[in-house]
């Protein structure tokens, strides 16, 4: 696709739905046995429990950030936040984090101009689709 900032960032989807993740125990707010928490600094109603050799690949990403300052992109890895491989286009820097005190991210999108109705997506005026891309959705019925 051609955009603005000529990059498409794509995840791969881990780990178990949300609807069916281990979460801490109502009354204790720990972990059940066999489990651990995903991160220590999340409060306990945002704590994801998975076994501890599962850490690693299913524990969710809790928080995303764009900057196009490197100097904060920098002092952020060093509080854990997990950089994108490489920097984005000229300017833009990604992280990315477990350890907000933040539920899973389950849906993101970046958008020309946010719509209000959240099932629609805007696009910028011109951008171009795949051909088997629907392109019908990109305007919205108001802003």
């Known amino acids: ?28 707010f720990k972990c059940p046995n066999g489990t651990v928490p995903c991160s220590t600094k999340t409060s306990a109603e945002n704590t994801i429990c998975y076994p501890s050799n599962q850490i690693a690949t299913n524990c969710p990403v809790n928080n995303i950030y764009l900057t196009t300052n490197l100097t ?9 936040w997990i950089p994108y491989t490489k920097k984005i ?8 984090t477990k350890d907000s005190d933040m539920l899973p991210i389950t849906t993101t999108k970046f958008e020309y101009k946010p719509c209000m109705n959240p099932d629609e997506l805007s696009s910028q005026p011109g951008a171009k689709f795949y051909p ?3 392109d019908s959705v990109n305007n919205c019925t108001f802003d």
């Not at 051609?2 to 204790?28: A, H, W």
């Not at 904060?72 to 854990?80: F, V, W």
């Not at 286009?89 to 990315?96: A, D, I, R």
Request: with cysteine; hydrophobic share 35%; aromatic share 8%.
């Open 1 to 28: 696709m051609d955009n603005t900032l000529g990059f498409t960032i794509c995840g791969l989807p881990g780990g178990l739905p949300y609807r069916n993740v281990t979460r801490v125990d109502p009354v204790t």
């Open 72 to 80: 904060e992109a920098q002092a952020m890895k060093t509080t854990g």
């Open 89 to 96: 286009v000229n300017t833009y820097y990604l992280l990315l």
């Open 132 to 134: 088997l891309e629907n």
